[in-house]
């Protein structure tokens, strides 16, 4: 017997309760009243499968994640001519559309097979809460669309890390202001200069500056913009790409919070999905995360709350590349190496560690064979890049507003930077031209 839970307007309710009355093998187990109720019962493990309707009041990604959460999967209930009800409930990520003049026997079996998938497939909650379900198939007619209740269909093959297309690297390291934001616009800027096209997403919660260093005064809607839209079922890859335009030829930004408090607009669903579709806008995309990976999911207590540095531990769960980076100061070196002990148990990629703002100044006559000796003996850091202090230079860029690859294409800092983009993405040559950024900047 499948359970089922309901939450459906007063247009096609009554019809399709009495025709779930009629089909075999399913229990009504609730009729909620909105989705507060659907959300509190769903916690409860009575159903394995909810209805609803897409023009439910408070319906959204979050909610959809929240019952994926507890284990009940999500059917939608449309009219015959509800086009635009079916199209947002498909971007919701709901893959099993349901009307209410269908044959009980296909509802049933519809049902029945969403609970399966529950079942068979499970919801595997990593250190994120992120879920992860397979793929779906067609059920009484119904195209397959990706996995849980939540995760919008594709909009396209964006391909794997490593077969050249749609790749995602995330720069953070720990606190301190290492430079996490100067090696992210500057790796994207270089991928951008070798014609791929780039884009840098800024997901610092705790102080975004994407925009400030490239001189994007104006308050661009950004990553909040996006998560709203998303939250509501409409972002999609055109959208994204209107919300994130292009600075330089080949080189987009979708810029951060204009204020830190703002933090919780950035929920994980929202968050999986802007980085999904950012997939299928560019070529590379780039990351700009916050420095704070602690999983304060206990602080939200038995309530669903948004937790802050969600965005970050989202972004690194779905990178391909992770760069992290510390200062080459002592008290940096220190955090670097806890950070790089932090990260190793979340779900990430193998990090390429860079120590940045290196001079003879902290480290003596020889700095980078001391801050390697020393990473070597008491980290076991073997593999370790250097990037060269150059405050002018990176003076230079921020009061100019643009990145260090159109202020200064020659400095030491940039051409380290230069060869880290090669080692990340086998598409960049070793020493990329920066020539096509000296064409005029669009204004944003």
Not at 402 to 419: G, N
């Amino acid at each position: 017997m499948t359970r089922v839970l309901t939450a459906l307007t007063h247009h096609h309710e009554p019809e399709f309760v009495r025709l779930l009355e009629s089909a075999l093998d399913i229990e009504l187990v609730r009729r909620c009243a909105d989705v507060a109720e659907l959300l509190s019962v769903g916690a409860a493990g009575v159903a394995r499968v909810a209805v609803v309707s897409p023009d439910l009041r408070g319906l959204d990604r979050d909610a959809l994640r929240q019952l994926a959460g507890h284990g009940v999967r999500v059917a939608g209930l449309v009219g015959p001519d509800d086009d635009e009800g079916e199209r947002r409930l498909r971007q919701l990520g709901v893959a099993t559309i349901l009307g209410p003049k269908d044959d009980p026997y296909e509802v049933a079996a519809a049902l029945t097979s969403l609970a399966g998938a529950t079942t068979s497939v499970g919801a595997s909650r990593s250190s994120t809460g992120s879920l992860i379900n397979g793929r779906e198939g067609a059920v009484g007619g119904t195209p397959a669309v990706a996995g849980w209740a939540g995760i919008p269909p594709d909009d396209g093959d964006h391909g794997d890390a490593g077969d050249g297309r749609s790749q995602l690297t995330v720069v953070w390291g720990p606190t301190g202001a290492p430079g996490r934001t100067t090696v992210a616009v500057t790796l994207a800027a270089h991928l951008a200069a070798a014609g791929m096209t780039t884009m840098v997403v800024d997901l610092d919660t705790w102080g975004s500056s994407v925009a400030q260093v490239l001189g994007l005064v104006d308050e661009a809607p950004g990553v909040a913009a996006a998560a709203r839209a998303s939250e509501q079922g409409t972002l999609d890859v055109p959208g994204l790409a209107r919300l994130a335009p292009e600075v330089v030829p080949g080189l987009r930004v979708l810029t951060g919070l204009p204020k830190a408090d703002r933090w919780p607009e950035l929920r994980v669903a929202a968050i999986e999905d802007i980085l999904r579709l950012s997939r299928g806008v560019v070529d590379h995309v780039v990351v700009d995360a916050g420095f704070a990976v602690e999983d304060d999911e206990e602080l939200s207590y038995d309530t669903a709350a948004p937790r802050r540095n969600a965005s970050t531990l989202t972004a690194l769960e779905a990178a391909d590349h992770l760069v992290v980076v510390g200062a080459a100061d002592p008290v940096g070196l220190q955090r670097l190496v806890r950070a790089v002990q932090d990260v190793a148990v979340r779900p990430s990629p193998r990090p390429t560690v860079v120590v940045n703002k290196v001079r003879s100044s902290v480290a003596g006559p020889r700095p980078e064979r001391a801050i390697r000796d020393v990473l070597g003996r008491f980290a076991g850091m073997d593999d370790v890049r250097f990037m060269p202090w150059a405050p002018d230079d990176c003076d230079a860029a921020v009061l100019a507003g643009r990145s260090l690859v159109e202020v200064a294409p020659e400095s030491p800092l940039t051409l380290a930077v230069a060869d880290l983009a090669a080692r990340l993405d086998d598409r960049m040559p070793s020493r990329p031209r920066a020539r096509g950024f000296r064409r005029s900047r669009r204004a944003v």
